[in-house]
């Protein structure tokens, strides 16, 4: 880019892009290009966006080659779609706040940013006014001593209730945690790290109350934010409620106040910036900042500068994607402690990915293979997706999965306490690919690892995900203790009833039970147990993770799996986190690791993982992973991103085809390698 002004275009009209409009007019960087709208004859649109052209339509302004970047004005559940598109098209974009409804999507927004090359920025215009500069500078000189609590509110009320008004329109995400709540919340993780000497800070523990109205959005709400190191910040927003929204910044030797800190003590237009220090024995402190210009030409010229910058992101005291993805968990839990979840984060509603478009069914990006006993082929890696609690957060990874190629799920009975199967029976049926999917199911974990346990949890796991069978059904546990044939029995009756329709066996069972109950079914005419779900890794598992598990990386079973050519659905196939540089022969701080992986040979192989990965310009868990997939069985690796980035960078291992001689010196230090 270069030093040239950046063209925007509004992407909707309304008050607050009328605002911006102003700002770009005020600004040193940005001229004020085009603006897209569903109803370009909407009166007075030429008068309210002076010098704009007006276009017919989001895609319109989208697909136009005088607009360098794109700012979204329009209600926050289309801020998501049009980010992404507006990315896809090589569009910057600087958008309203909230930047998303979860922290969920604000991730998929950046990850189709940071694809594109793009800026995406969050829109708090407050961080870039010089007044949060010198609220930062106040705490960081202990202008009041060690900061202790913060008090901030955002509050007003409307008229009354409004059905129509987008305040109350559960379809819209009204309400004042998403409206105007972030503001607080930001503002207070700003001080708490400006207190502590980070860009901004974290809490530890968030806990929230609010009233929700008749059509379900919040129309008063409050939080406590519990930061690390003591400090405490008491937050609140409302729609139907007046509050002072006055900032108070409590210290050791007294307080900072500050006014409608995000107009800056003035309105949308001018905010002149007005601080107060009272210090404990003193004399009050005005300090004025006595600005002129609009209040958003600031945050126009930070976008502009990091635009012309090369840069994707604001730099602070702007929004940082780290930042925004922070103030987001925080309203996520907020959201989560009372309960509010918009109909629009629903199945019944959310029918299409996040980008707004219908699922795509045609993805090679992960390829398929036949498994011996599934009737379906299956892709080489199986999805695991146990931290997501809602349809609209885990549709995101699900989704791109799938649209990758991916069509192996991997659940268990107790999985999230069984929302796991839950999520995905939702998902399956309401992107109607069940036909095309294979279902890993896991029951009778400990301590209800009995054979009559089978038949009930599996039939509550059907229930969970809307279908009449799954393809793979693993015990997710042994029990020594009672006959390896009645499991057997158990599973058996339940593949004869169609319950079960491809594969079963054990999860975390030893090669000599998994022997017998082989010798079991040969005997009495079962079906044999015929997939394995055990840890398997280029390093070995020194001891159980969890109590009751099983590796089979070890020589022995190795052999074994290869003899028998079982397949095994491996879980924990790149190490947690041993072939990252989270692990290190002087890196002790981690418990489990040192525990579960340290050994000197284990280090030899990921020394040898980190060389060949230099050698193929990868990471040293894509050879891990690569390593897991090259094996002489049949050989799938479980992986359980939490992002989409993690996703795409697993994907990676995909292009690593191992030789033989390869899985042989990276296990043992053969000599044979790559030339």
């Known amino acids: 880019m270069t030093s040239a002004n950046i063209r925007w275009g509004i992407l909707g009209p309304g008050s607050i892009a009328k605002s911006f409009a102003g700002g770009v007019a005020q600004s040193r960087t940005g001229t004020l290009e085009a603006l897209g709208a569903r109803n370009p004859a909407k009166p007075h649109l030429a008068e309210t966006f002076p010098g704009a052209r007006i276009l017919d339509g989001y895609d319109a302004l989208l697909a136009d080659r005088d607009v360098d970047a794109v700012y979204i004005s329009i209600p926050h559940p289309g801020h998501a779609e049009w980010a992404i598109k507006a990315a896809e098209a090589g569009k910057h974009v600087l958008c309203e706040k909230p930047l998303a409804l979860t922290a969920f999507e604000a991730d998929a ?28 500078e106040l705490i960081k000189s202990g202008a009041i001593g060690e900061v202790r609590m913060i008090k901030s509110s955002f509050g007003f009320a409307m008229p009354g209730f409004m059905p129509e ?33 980070l860009a ?72 002149p910036g007005r601080i107060e220090v009272i210090r404990s024995g003193a004399a009050r402190e005005l300090i004025n900042l006595n600005e002129t210009r609009h209040l958003y030409s600031f ?21 940082s994607w780290a930042d925004s993805l922070g ?87 107790v999985y999230g306490g069984g929302y796991t199967e839950t999520l995905l029976g939702q998902w399956l049926t309401n992107r109607g690919v069940r036909e095309q999917s294979v279902i890993i199911a896991k029951g009778a974990h400990s301590p209800l690892c009995y054979p009559d346990v089978i038949a009930k949890q599996l039939a509550q796991s059907l229930d969970r995900l809307q279908t009449d069978h799954v393809d793979i059904y693993f015990m997710h546990r042994d029990n020594p203790d009672v006959p390896v044939g009645e499991f057997v029995d158990a599973m058996d009756a339940e593949a004869k009833a169609g319950r079960i329709r491809g594969l079963f066996g054990g999860s975390n069972w030893t090669m000599e039970r998994m022997d017998e109950a082989i010798a079991y079914a040969e005997k009495n005419s079962r079906q044999k147990p015929g997939a394995l779900s055990n840890n398997f890794s280029l390093a070995e598992m020194l001891e159980p993770i969890w109590a009751g598990c099983v590796t089979s990386s070890t ?52 020394d040898r993982a980190i060389e060949l990965a230099r050698k193929l310009g990868r990471s040293p868990i894509h050879v ?5 997939l090259a ?31 390869d899985v042989a010196w990276l296990n043992e230090g053969a000599d044979t390698r790559r030339a």
């Open 555 to 606: 020589d022995a079973w190795k052999a074994w799996l290869t003899a028998r050519q079982m397949p095994n659905f491996a879980w924990s196939s790149q190490g947690r986190g041993f072939f990252t540089d989270r692990a290190g022969r002087d890196r002790t701080d981690n418990e489990e690791l040192v525990r579960v992986w340290y050994s000197e040979r284990n280090f030899g192989r990921r």
């Open 327 to 413: 103030t987001l968990r925080v309203l996520d839990k907020w959201r989560a402690a009372v309960g509010l979840e918009y109909e629009i984060e629903k199945p019944a509603k959310r029918i299409n990915t996040l980008s707004g478009r219908q699922l795509c069914a045609d993805g090679k990006t992960i390829a398929k293979r036949a498994i011996p006993g599934l009737p379906k082929l299956v892709s080489l890696l199986a999805l695991g997706f146990e931290d997501f609690r809602t349809f609209s957060s885990g549709s995101i990874l699900l989704d791109a999965y799938f649209e990758a190629g991916g069509n192996l799920f991997d659940t268990g009975y």
């Open 631 to 661: 094996q002489p069985f049949p050989s799938v690796p479980l992986i359980g991103p939490r992002t989409l980035d993690e996703l795409e960078d697993s994907l990676k291992a995909l292009d690593i085809k191992l030789t033989p001689e």
């Open 624 to 628: 891990a992973l690569a390593y897991v």
């Open 109 to 136: 927004m950046m990850h189709a940013a940071r694809k594109a090359g793009t800026f995406l920025g969050e829109a708090f215009m407050y961080r870039l006014h010089p007044q949060t500069r010198q609220l930062v």
């Open 200 to 271: 901004f800070a974290e809490p530890d523990k968030v806990v929230g109350a609010a009233h929700l109205g008749q059509s379900g959005v919040d129309e008063w709400a409050s939080a406590l934010l519990h930061f690390p190191g003591g400090i405490v910040a008491e937050i609140s927003c409302s729609i139907s409620l007046d509050q002072d929204n006055v900032l108070r910044i409590f210290g050791s030797n007294g307080r900072i106040e500050v006014p409608d800190f995000w107009f800056a003590g003035g309105n949308r237009d001018v905010g």
């Open 299 to 319: 945050e126009i010229d930070a976008a502009g500068e990091a635009i012309q910058a090369g840069r994707q992101e604001f730099a602070w005291p702007g929004m």
């Open 165 to 197: 008004h987008r305040l109350y329109a559960n379809d819209l995400a009204g309400g004042g945690i998403l409206d105007v709540g972030g503001y607080p919340v930001s503002m207070a993780r700003l001080i708490a790290g400006a207190a502590t000497g």
